[in-house]
């Protein structure tokens, strides 16, 4: 395998020469052509934009989709794109968009006011028929309306603050009619989802690698952008690269240009090697140990209580990761709309672990292992292979909670049996999550059941689910995405995170960046307000 990938990266790794001219160019000056060489250590899934959130498909799906609007990712002001203007009404019940002219998908296909409304009808609503589910960035969603072959207009059955927003996300990157036909397995195959981005889908070697190919004829990228027209690059070649020596390797003897999850343990060696570390803040939801209270040995409030006493965070953070990971001090980063300082419900105390153990009815057997009813309090929980140094991360978690008598079994990820295990709450009680939005919205996106349903409702996702719901957090999470006030959206934001750590739903382990290393030859990279590379206004320099 690691000989296929070397060929791989070898015969990559040629860019096209410029002319004499073009070459004596000042370095600071664009220049167009060349290829770029991404390694990812993940296979792409689905890329069907309402669930293509993971890092490893948004950095595809952001070169080839755009969205209407564009959120600024150092103001986090909403700009125009697709859309040059928008306007909505009092209690945001209803957003009118006026698109831009010119716009074709990369099969020339004209975008239009009814291909955005189809667009947002599927996101909204959900296809039965395609199997295509809801998008969790739009709520409250009913209808759309078609105005004139330039402006769509949205209604909602309850206010909706965060649509504005909700498209200027991956999650909202507008297809063509063709892609959006497609039933949403159909959309595994990277070839078939055609927008109208810079580049295109030339060809992909499932597994292995993702050609993609720049438009000549584009010229609609966002307002402020640096530069307008085709993009400098002429192809972008993704190569799925498991193995972090390889990636590092390959960047370090320039066979690669780029490289995502650059471990800590790497940054260093990348620094010294004169290439680029890039560590870009999510804005969301920190990288957490979420329960699954359906399950007897999380039900009780006590025992998750101990858990969270037991976890010794700031060890976790010294011992694995950079100073690129900030400690968690709230369920949300600290550069996130509804943070708030909760680092007071989140300190290290052992003793106040075993005391709650025992209040709870757990008591230490001979193995050293606490037991309830003839129940030993052990748990599993699966790595999540897109988040940094999870499975170490958890193991260390592990070795905490065995100096209390828990057990934490960690298992591997490995594909369908951890996501059907993942969604049975007896088969994994505890599991990590994270998620990257700019928005408030991210907490409805995380916890509510008819989105990613991280604690495991009745109702939601899975149907192993007893009993567990809880109908105080939902109604939370519903009134903020309807609350058309932003202080009091914030607000409200901040009640429901205290009241997850009052649940001790969840452990807040770090602030979770995207980590990526760069070679220094490559310029203007640049990043959506949640991490995921953009490689329009990037350029190598010769």
Do not use: C
Not at 291 to 301: G, K, S, T
Not at 452 to 476: E, I, M, P, T
Request: glycine fraction near 6%; avoid cysteine.
């Amino acid at each position: 395998m690691k000989n296929l990938i070397k060929k791989l990266l070898i015969a990559s790794s040629v860019v096209s020469v410029l002319s004499v001219g073009m070459s004596a160019l000042r370095a600071e000056e664009p220049v167009e052509g060349g290829t770029l060489i991404y390694l990812d250590k993940q296979v792409h899934t689905n890329l069907y934009s309402p669930l293509a959130g993971t890092y490893t498909n948004g950095g595809i799906l952001n070169q080839i989709t755009d969205r209407l609007t564009y959120q600024n990712p150092q103001t986090l002001e909403i700009e125009p794109w697709l859309a040059t203007s928008w306007s909505f009404n009092e209690d945001k019940t209803v957003y009118e968009f006026k698109l831009r002219q010119g716009v074709t998908f990369s099969d020339g296909t004209p975008l239009d006011a009814a291909i955005v409304a189809k667009n947002f009808d599927a996101y909204g609503l959900g296809n039965k028929d395609l199997h295509q589910p809801v998008s969790e960035v739009v709520n409250n969603y009913d209808h759309s309306e078609v105005v004139d072959p330039l402006t769509v207009r949205f209604y909602f059955k309850r206010p909706s603050p965060g649509f504005l927003q909700a498209t200027s996300t991956i999650n909202s990157g507008i297809v063509s009619p063709k892609t959006l036909a497609l039933s949403f397995d159909a959309m595994g195959n990277a070839t078939k989802i055609i927008g109208t981005g810079p580049f295109y889908v030339e060809s992909e070697t499932l597994g292995k690698e993702i050609i993609l190919k720049v438009r000549k004829d584009y010229n609609w990228a966002p307002e402020k952008s640096p530069h307008q027209g085709r993009a400098y690059l002429d192809e972008l070649k993704y190569l799925t690269v498991p193995e972090d020596s390889v990636r590092i390797g390959a960047l370090i003897a320039g066979q690669a240009n780029f490289i995502r999850q650059l471990q800590a343990y790497d940054e260093e060696r990348v620094k010294k090697s004169g290439n680029i570390v890039y560590s870009v803040g999510t804005r969301g939801i920190n990288n957490s140990i979420m329960f699954r209270p359906d399950n007897e040995l999380v039900a009780d409030l006590k025992v998750r209580q101990a858990l969270r006493f037991a976890t010794n965070r700031p060890e976790i953070l010294k011992t694995l990761y950079s100073s690129n990971y900030p400690l968690a001090t709230s369920i949300m980063a600290h550069n996130a709309f509804g943070y708030s300082d909760q680092s007071a419900k989140l300190q290290f105390d052992q003793a106040k672990a075993q005391a709650l153990l025992d209040e709870a009815g757990f008591k230490t057997g001979s193995d050293g292992i606490r037991e309830r009813n003839g129940k030993k309090l052990v748990l599993t929980a699966y790595e999540a292979v897109q988040q940094p140094q999870s499975k170490a991360m958890l193991q260390l978690i592990a070795q905490q909670w065995k100096r209390v008598g828990v057990i934490l079994n960690v298992k591997a990820y490995d594909g369908t049996n951890a996501v059907i295990d993942n969604l049975d709450p007896q088969k994994t009680p505890a599991m990590p999550h994270m998620v990257g939005r700019a928005d408030p919205d991210v907490l409805k996106s995380l916890f509510y059941p008819k989105n990613r349903d991280a604690l495991l409702q009745k109702g939601g996702l899975s149907d192993k689910v007893v009993s567990f719901v809880d109908n105080n957090l939902n109604k939370q999470l519903e009134d903020i995405s309807a609350e058309t006030d932003p202080v009091k959206r914030n607000e409200d934001v901040i009640a429901a995170t205290d009241y997850i750590l009052d649940q001790a739903y969840a452990i807040p382990i770090f602030e979770e960046p995207q980590v990526y290393g760069g070679s220094a030859k490559v310029k203007g990279v640049g990043f959506e307000s949640v991490g995921r590379p953009s490689f329009y206004n990037s350029w190598i320099e010769k």
